[in-house]
T-cell receptor
Framework: GQQLNQSPQSMFIQEGEDVSMNCTSS?????WLWYKQDPGEGPVLLIA?????ELTSNGRLTAQFGITRKDSFLNISASIPSDVGIYFC????????????FGKGTKLTVNP | NAGVTQTPKFRILKIGQSMTLQCTQD?????MYWYRQDPGMGLKLIYY???????DKGEVPNGYNVSRSTTEDFPLRLELAAPSQTSVYFC????????????FGEGSWLTVV
């Protein structure tokens, strides 16, 4: 089935550092979504992107919808310990939410 | 405001046993989903439902069954548990079709031995 390539697979950073992760696909998506999953919890939506080139922020998080519509980026500035978790990208083509495709996740560890 | 509630949180099954993962939502959402999440992998859609009485297969439906007799409930049934079904299962619901409105449950950790 359709897959998204999400990288990096894991990151170990010091508190205060900035973080970047991305997702790429061979197919075009109409919507890009970024989720965070805390240990033992379900994914929670962080940012939704709907237009090619769109840049959207949510606090210290900034995400961009790639101009080719085949990629998306998530940046976290000035990381803090509670940023620890797994970050997933998801792409949606036309149609319902059953068409959502998830990346494999980026596991973020923040050392105080 | 409970949102999406899944039970049980943890379960160990023997090969060949059957069980049902329960999911209920109190947001009056029409769309409900079951995903599985394997280590280091993204979420894979098992089954989904666009309303009471309507269900459809997702990407990985084999070995599972669902029913949707009410808007609130969307149970997932494993008939003959196999080790390959060891995974974390997430139920989710959404009001409409847009991915941004998906709400996930807290997950059910299932081990088949």
């Amino acid at each position: 089935g359709q897959q998204l390539n999400q990288s990096p697979q894991s990151m170990f950073i010091q508190e205060g550092e900035d973080v970047s992760m991305n997702c790429t696909s061979s197919s075009i998506f109409n919507t890009w979504l970024w989720y965070k999953q805390d240990p033992g919890e379900g994914p929670v939506l962080l940012i939704a992107l709907y237009k090619a080139g769109e840049l959207t922020s949510n606090g210290r998080l900034t995400a961009q919808f790639g101009i080719t519509r085949k990629d998306s980026f998530l940046n976290i500035s000035a990381s803090i310990p509670s940023d620890v978790g797994i970050y997933f990208c998801a792409g949606q083509r036309k149609g319902g939410s059953e068409k959502l495709v998830f990346g494999k996740g980026t596991k973020l560890t923040v050392n105080p | 405001n409970a949102g999406v509630t899944q039970t049980p949180k943890f379960r160990i099954l023997k090969i060949g046993q059957s069980m049902t993962l329960q999911c209920t939502q109190d947001m009056n959402h029409n769309y409900m989903y079951w995903y599985r999440q394997d280590p280091g992998m993204g979420l894979k859609l098992i089954y989904y439902s666009v309303g009471a009485g309507i269900t459809d297969k997702g990407e990985v439906p084999n070995g599972y069954n669902v029913s949707r007799s009410t808007t609130e409930d969307f149970p997932l049934r494993l008939e003959l548990a196999a080790p390959s079904q060891t995974s974390v299962y997430f139920c989710a619901s959404t009001e409409g079709q847009a991915g941004n409105t998906i709400y996930f449950g807290e997950g059910s950790w299932l081990t088949v031995v």
